[in-house]
């Protein structure tokens, strides 16, 4: 139909729709004003309570543009936290949150754990200490207190405050009638002691109370407080016995310096109230440091606050190549070993921010010195091994001369798993702490009491590939000796030597150094094949060397090895460069009482050895020629050691001759050449001479060298 022909009916809801449409308009415009008003700062009237889910009897109020009807309830308590709320408490913008950028944090075990403590010996001999000194507190009949070294002995130095009390312009010394220790304990500032003395002298008398606290800052703080019963003219007394003190030392800005090897004691006043009138005496072998208290009226109480600071060096983890911390990948900790002030310690950490502190198993040894006793540790991921020397310093006492007595020198280690920050400590037949190596050494004195110094130092462990533990030390010796009786030589008296134990076996000596010089070695391991690496110190005059060796870990036996070379170095009867390498025999003399006749045997063996082999024990054996009738005379001792240099069958000479390497020299006492007979054979052991040659004793650069 065209439009002009159209008819319009009448549709039902045609007026709604427009109503519709209108209602939808106007709502629009009322969400946008309501939206617009809320973000107003204008203060709307009016409250509504909706139940909270987290509070019982509460609601939470919101601000709305209107007041509706209904039952009030008290109001939910602010919240504590900076959390976001899912549900709006007010108007506005919640507080943003705290948003810190990574940050460098630097961590120090010293500050995070309790370094120091005190050691109780007995009610009348304690041990106060922190990490950089230690001080013995002595009780009856003689109370005094006594510095402890670096090393753990009793410095040459002892000291104690006193009161004195004036009479008839004298100032005369109260003595000390009784003492007691409370030990108040160790917290992360340090450690307290409070010694108590009755002082009497006559009629006078009075309570002294000496405050100890080794802050885990590094001094020794005293507070002192003295209570007579008799009003009189007091002074406190600081009376230092030490040898080092001279009437020149000399006292800079209220403290005195006193000096013990590598470390220096400093007695500071300087905190003392001038009102207090502080002066110093100076006297060979003691100091004096005397504060007046004035008149002290009986039942009251004078005080005083100096302090003792050692300004040697830390020994926590500090003055050696040893490692000292590991990281156990696995289990994600890192483990810290460090000394304490008075013993050994470990922290574990799996931020390096925050440390917990373990001691070491029981059956770890005391803290000796600074060259003995600090740890080297290593880990093989979760396995951890630790090992660490020792000294010491026997005497033998014998009923009459001479006297022989034998010293050792232990090497000790413990192994454990890291387990979340923890090490379990493994255990070998009940033990935890075992010994890698012991070596003795003879103290020879021809009086009825002979003494030595013996050390296993500045250690160093390491894991080869296979698992098993390898170590290197400098082994160091001193003391009387009758030739024969020293260790890595024999005629030495004082020695100072590398030494290496591997695989159960040792030591083996690779360097071998006649003086007291400490020496330093690290071990690693060298191949997947098990080989061990030592790097060590040589001392060459005023000059150090680094020299290296490296030690296989596989064990074969060789049954037997026929000599390449061998020949005589004769010095006798015009000889002395005479060559004898053609000669079908090997002649063995020594020189008898008044004369120079000696002769002398090169022999060369060329073993077919793998790389990097130490051989463990040999013997030569020779047959005895049936020439001589009979084949030998008389009894001597005879020796065994590698040749430092190469030489030659057809030319060595007695006058040109290599030399000897020390490390390797072995002697058989008291040889009877005379027993024995031609045709036999005799053996002469060369076990030592396989510490010489950290390759391989057979594989030698000239061959062994028997001296008569």
Same mark, same amino acid.
């Given at each position: ?17 427009v109503g ?5 308009s ?15 700062p ?70 995070l ?18 990490n ?71 009629? +006078?008398?009075g ?20 209570t ?8 406190f007394?600081?009376?230092?016995n030490?040898?080092? +003190? ?15 090897g ?13 009102s ?26 004078a ?31 890192y483990y ?34 600074m ?26 006492n014998?009923q ?5 007595? +034998? ?6 280690y ?39 110094s ?47 134990t591997?695989?159960?076996?040792g ?6 150094e ?36 490296? +030690? ?21 009867c ?120 950290g390759e ?13």
């Amino acid at each position: 139909m065209r439009a002009s022909n159209s008819i319009r009916l009448w549709s039902p809801g045609h007026k709604t729709n427009v109503g519709a449409k209108a209602c939808f308009s106007t709502l629009l415009i009322l969400l946008t004003v309501f939206g617009f008003t809320s973000g107003l700062p204008t203060k709307l009237g009016g409250t509504v309570a909706l139940n909270n889910p987290d509070t019982t009897g509460c609601a939470t109020t919101f601000a709305l543009p209107y007041s509706p009807q209904g039952t009030s309830q008290p109001e939910c308590p602010p919240t504590t936290d900076n959390q976001t709320s899912t549900q709006p408490r007010t108007v506005g913008a919640d507080q943003p949150p705290n948003l810190s950028l990574p940050k460098t944090v630097i961590s120090g075990i010293d500050n995070l754990t309790t370094d120091g403590g005190v050691v109780e010996n007995s009610p009348d001999n304690l041990t106060l200490y922190n990490n950089r000194l230690a001080v013995r507190l002595l009780g009856n009949p003689v109370p005094h207190d006594m510095i402890i070294g670096i090393d753990k002995a009793p410095l040459n130095s002892s000291a104690l405050w006193q009161v004195q009390v004036n009479q008839g312009d004298s100032w005369i010394p109260m003595s000390a009638t009784s003492n007691s220790f409370h030990v108040l304990g160790t917290n992360s500032t340090g450690s307290s002691v409070v010694r108590t003395m009755t002082l009497e002298n006559g009629q +006078i008398s009075g309570v002294l109370s000496i405050a100890y606290k080794a802050l885990s800052t590094g001094p020794l703080k005293w507070n002192l407080e003295f209570t007579p019963n008799s009003t009189a003219q007091y002074r406190f007394v600081y009376h230092w016995n030490d040898s080092d +003190i001279t009437p020149d030392s000399q006292p800079i800005s209220s403290t005195l310096t006193v000096s013990h090897g590598a470390a220096n004691y400093t007695l500071s006043w300087d905190d003392v109230p001038p009102s207090m009138n502080t002066t110093l005496a100076l006297n060979p072998g003691e100091a004096l440091l005397i504060t007046n208290i004035g008149t002290l009226v009986a039942g009251a109480t004078a005080r005083l606050d100096p302090q003792l600071l050692d300004s040697g060096p830390s020994q926590a983890t500090a003055h050696t190549p040893q490692r000292k911390a590991v990281y156990d990948s696995k289990g994600g900790y890192y483990y810290v070993f460090y000394y304490d002030g008075m013993q050994l310690r470990y922290a574990s950490s799996n931020n390096g921010v925050f440390w917990a502190w373990s001691y070491m198993p029981n059956g770890w040894p005391s803290w000796n010195d600074m060259y003995s006793s600090p740890p080297s540790v290593y880990n093989s991921g979760p396995t951890i091994i630790v090992a660490t020397g020792m000294n010491s310093n026997p005497t033998f006492n014998c009923q009459s001369a001479p006297c022989l007595g +034998i010293g050792q020198a232990y090497l000790y280690y413990a192994v454990g798993i890291s387990t979340t920050g923890t090490i379990a400590w493994e255990s070998n037949n009940g033990q935890i702490v075992q010994i890698a190596t012991a070596i003795s050494r003879p103290c020879y004195n021809t009086t009825s009491s002979c003494s030595e110094s013996l050390a296993l130092r500045n250690v160093s462990v390491a894991f080869a590939a296979n698992g098993n533990p390898a170590f290197s030390y400098n082994f160091y010796a001193s003391g009387p000796a009758t030739p024969g009786y020293g260790v890595c030589n024999t005629s030495w008296s004082t020695e100072s030597d590398i030494g290496v134990t591997y695989v159960g076996r040792g030591p083996w000596f690779v360097n071998c150094e006649n003086d007291a010089t400490p020496l330093w070695s690290e071990i690693l391991p060298a191949d997947a094949q098990a080989s061990v690496r030592v790097v060590y110190e040589y001392h060459n005059g005023q000059l150090f060397q680094l020299q290296t060796r490296t +030690i296989g870990g596989t064990y074969s036996t060789i049954s037997s090895l026929n000599p390449a070379a061998d020949t005589t170095l004769e010095r006798c009867c015009g000889s002395h460069n005479q060559n004898f390498g053609t000669s079908r025999t090997l002649t063995l003399t020594a020189h008898a009482p008044n004369t120079s006749y000696e002769d002398d045997i090169l022999v060369r063996f060329a073993p077919n050895l793998p790389t990097g082999a130490m051989v463990t024990g040999a013997n030569l054996t020779f047959t005895v020629a049936s020439a001589r009738n009979p084949p030998g005379t008389g009894v001597d001792n005879v020796s065994i050691a590698e040749a430092s240099s190469a030489w030659n069958e057809y030319t060595a000479t007695y006058d040109y001759q290599p030399g000897i390497l020390w490390s390797s020299y072995s002697k058989t006492p008291n040889v009877n050449f005379g027993s024995y007979t031609g045709g036999t054979d005799t053996e002469a052991g060369c076990h030592e001479c396989c510490q010489g040659n950290g390759e391989g004793c057979l594989e030698f650069s000239g061959g062994p060298e028997l001296l008569g």
